[in-house]
């Protein structure tokens, strides 16, 4: 019962701050779900070689909830680009199945530090990229689209995120509008999520946390659901009262540093 009552008070911790740094920075909440679950869950003695998995299916799960009500909302103020959605779903789907395969066949180890690997490209763009750079005025379509399409989804799911982390640099950079790319990028968060945790629920994981089915645990998704609702429009609000930039500069540098600890932990073990 202590152990449940310590794990219920980290995730709601956890998801309070998703859920705020969401709303304040527009960062989908995987990016800071996944690493703070495996920290979470390594402290309350759950470590095995497919924690990770565990951690990414998890929080994949809470993206469907999140990314669902982010994508109406946007949708109601007419900031969707449903038309890149549609051109780009098809390959997401298939990049995002790939990559549960390829998770559910790899070591905890080793998604850690693909994780540590891709968060730190995305922590250091979020320190020094800027809202000018373009390589083209118009989305990628024909074959780079076909390229680069499953490759966002392939890895979003083997970093457990949404589409925020990935389509929105590279809708930014090919020309579209940071609002639109952001309220686009919710709609790839759930092309990603809705399949992979498909996929994640029929996946069998040994020495998982409590009240685990397949791969995702569901007191972690309820309680950080939870929190995140309440705390994301906290986060809005801060995002309208403050500038944003620094805070970003300053959410890269922190991920970063989260990104390099990860990887250390890789290497020492």
């Not at 549609?86 to 905890?108: E, F, M, Y």
């Not at 490759?151 to 950079?173: D, E, K, N, Q």
């Not at 939870?226 to 620094?246: E, F």
């Amino acid at each position: 019962m202590t152990m449940l009552i310590w794990m219920g008070l980290m995730l709601a911790g956890i998801g309070a701050f998703a859920g705020v740094v969401a709303g304040l920075l527009g960062v989908g909440g995987g990016i800071i779900l996944v690493p703070a679950f495996f920290y979470a869950f390594t402290a309350l003695g759950f470590g095995s070689d497919q924690l990770m998995q565990v951690c990414l299916a998890t929080s994949l799960a809470t993206i469907i909830v999140t990314s669902v009500r982010s994508v109406l909302s946007h949708h109601r103020k007419g900031a969707v680009d449903w038309g890149i959605l549609k051109t780009w779903a098809p390959g997401i789907v298939i990049g995002a199945a790939i990559g549960v395969l390829v998770a559910a066949s790899l070591r905890s180890s080793v998604l850690q530090a693909i994780f540590g690997a891709l968060a730190l490209l995305v922590g250091l763009y979020l320190l020094v990229g800027r809202s000018d750079w373009r390589l083209a005025d118009a989305m990628p379509g024909g074959i780079k689209r076909a390229l680069m399409s499953p490759a966002v989804g392939f890895l979003s799911v083997l970093m457990g995120i949404g589409g925020g982390s990935f389509g929105v640099p590279i809708m930014t950079l090919h020309s579209v509008p940071i609002h639109r790319a952001v309220a686009t990028a919710a709609g790839f968060g759930v092309i990603i999520a809705v399949p992979s945790v498909i996929g994640f629920l029929m996946l069998p994981v040994e020495t998982a946390p409590p009240y685990t089915i397949g791969a995702v645990n569901l007191p972690a998704f309820a309680v950080v659901i939870a929190m995140t609702l309440i705390t994301a429009p906290l986060g809005v609000r801060l995002a309208h009262a403050l500038d944003p930039k620094p805070l970003k500069r300053a959410f890269g540098g922190f991920l970063t540093l989260v990104a390099l600890n990860m990887l250390r932990k890789v290497v020492l073990g």
